[in-house]
């Protein structure tokens, strides 16, 4: 990655070794430039030379002058070879449904990218400069989201993908949905037509559900500073201690996200007018959605860095079959496509991510609950006359119930496809995309404690909270009015959810507390 001095473009290279999570979002939602590194090319001449000194001397090699899948052992004439790999990308765009986000396919196209650039996959250069020059001007294939098993990787994703490199299936581009071949045209690029091994390398591949895994791990990071400071919010809203949080207790546990969420409620919750005004009130402890909130959320914060770890290393992996040797001059058949890795990262991630959120519904229930908060019941200023607060509890319980359904793990199902040559498949992208989806309801999850947490500050008024909790809870503010009436909630939670996804509150947070947790 590297900034170009006179314009202050930034430019990711992609070489097959260095392609971080964060050069991911530069490029899939920030628009950043990419170029091929000189290095790549070097190693791509190379393993293309193997290709097509194999097809020269007639060598019978999986991929590039055979079948697929259970028909490897049909072997296919050397003047049908360009119309072979063309078959296979037709044959294989069986997605169905809403289309990926253009940030998910963008990232895809990245990943793909930087794993034929790596040099093992004996592809010309001009096909990663095809894609290369796709994501610099803007033209994003349309990749329907069902489909994919996660065997041979991201078939139908990638398949759809590669169509409108040949100038077939669609693309968005300058805000329009287009046929591939005008997209293209519109855009300036020559669409390619595919050569021997260049279309099962280009569908081969786990980068659909890598680059929503890739994406979500980014955002996941961002909402456990949100729960936490949620959290921080509730409990000095519901008067809770900050004892538990005392650096020696976690110290005689140390596991990393523990500590370092404990570290964080230390310095978002520093001393109050409401903690003082509780000072002597007799409570021995709190109940666990407050007392625990380091050993629950800092077990979610641990998951989320060892899901990262995973998809770090596949991000600049092989996942195409067969895979060239150069520098032996060999071919050979595996199977780097499996998403098995992804697969259960996405699953432990999906889980790991609805607890945050278990949590949290259960901490804005103990707020709406005048039996356990002390203050009015439902956060309402005239109880009885309004509302207040009750539904939007409802509507946690109902999502946290939702994402107890979508974290049972795709990865423990396979179906064999392929007449049984593909006989177990991961479920990847399954995985990847329930993931995402629980993540978007815990952002709602977080959102709703927020707004009753807010709420629970004010009701304790003329009493100060912690000075960061007032910097949050003034954001909160700055879109979503104090409750003086019963009123649509609707609107205040996706106001609140924008916040999150702005960053606003951490920001001001984090000035007065700096880094909430390291990366």
């Known amino acids: ?49 193997v290709i097509e000194s194999a097809v020269e001397d007639g060598r019978v090699v999986y991929g590039v002058n055979t079948g697929f899948g259970n028909l490897a052992n049909v072997s296919i004439d050397g003047t049908e070879l360009e119309k072979l790999q063309v078959n296979l990308i037709r044959s294989h765009s069986v997605g169905i449904g809403d289309p990926f986000s253009l940030e998910i396919v963008r990232g895809m196209m990245l990943l793909r990218a930087n794993a034929l650039a ?9 096909l990663v400069e095809t894609l290369v020059q796709m994501l610099n001007e803007h033209v994003t294939p349309v990749v329907p989201e069902k489909g994919s098993v996660g065997a041979s990787g991201d078939l139908a994703p990638l398949a759809h993908m590669a169509l409108v490199i040949i100038g077939e299936g669609e693309a968005f581009y300058g805000g329009e949905r287009f046929d ?31 680059s929503v895994g890739a994406l979500l791990v980014h955002d996941a990071l961002a909402l456990i500073r949100d729960a936490l400071v949620a959290s921080a919010m509730s409990l000095e809203a519901l ?32 001393d109050s007018e409401i903690n003082q005004s509780h000072a002597d009130c007799g409570k021995v402890q709190d109940a666990y959605t407050l007392r625990c909130i380091p050993q629950v959320i800092g077990a979610s914060l641990d998951t989320v860095r060892y899901v990262r770890s995973i998809l770090e290393t596949e991000l600049n992996s092989v996942t195409d079959n ?28 999906g889980i790991a991510l609805s607890e945050i959120a278990n949590i949290s519904e259960r901490r804005t229930n103990r707020l709406v609950n005048a039996n356990l908060s002390g203050l009015p019941p439902f956060l309402a200023a005239e109880s009885g006359l309004q509302s207040g607060m009750m539904l939007a509890q409802y509507t946690a319980a109902a999502l ?111 000035r007065e507390t700096g880094s909430i947790i390291p990366e």
């Open 400 to 510: 946290v119930s939702e994402n107890k359904i979508l974290s049972h793990p795709a990865s423990v199902d396979s179906i064999p496809t392929s007449a049984d040559q593909e006989d177990h498949v991961s479920m990847g992208t399954i995985a990847a995309r329930k993931a995402r989806e629980i993540l978007e309801n815990v952002r709602n999850v977080i959102a709703i404690e927020y707004l009753c947490a807010a709420e629970g500050i004010d009701l304790l008024t003329p009493l100060k909270a912690a000075n960061p909790l007032i910097s949050a809870k003034q954001v909160i503010r700055s879109q979503v009015a104090k409750m003086e009436d019963d009123r649509a909630l609707s609107n205040d939670i996706a106001k609140i959810c924008n916040l999150q996804l702005s960053g606003k509150m951490i920001q001001e947070v984090e």
């Open 239 to 270: 008067r809770g201690t900050r004892a538990a949080f005392d650096k020696r207790i976690h110290e005689l546990r140390p596991h990393e996200g523990q500590l370092d969420v404990a570290e964080a409620l230390m310095r978002i919750l520093p």
């Open 118 to 126: 790596k040099g093992y996959s004996g592809v010309r250069i001009e």
């Open 180 to 210: 591939g071949k005008t997209a293209m045209k519109k855009a300036g690029i020559k669409t390619l037509t595919l050569r021997a091994k260049e279309g099962v390398a280009l569908i081969n591949g786990t980068q659909a559900m890598t």
């Open 1 to 49: 990655m590297y900034c170009t001095d006179r314009v202050k473009v930034l430019v990711i290279e992609i070489d097959g070794e260095s392609l971080s999570i964060e050069d991911i979002i530069e490029v899939a939602r920030n628009h950043a430039k990419v170029r091929l590194a000189d290095s790549a090319r070097v190693k791509m001449d190379k393993s293309r030379e």
């Open 322 to 349: 067969p895979l060239v040797f150069p520098d032996e001059r060999d071919v050979v058949s595996g199977g780097n496509f499996h998403g098995q890795p992804i697969a259960l990262a996405m699953d432990f991630l």
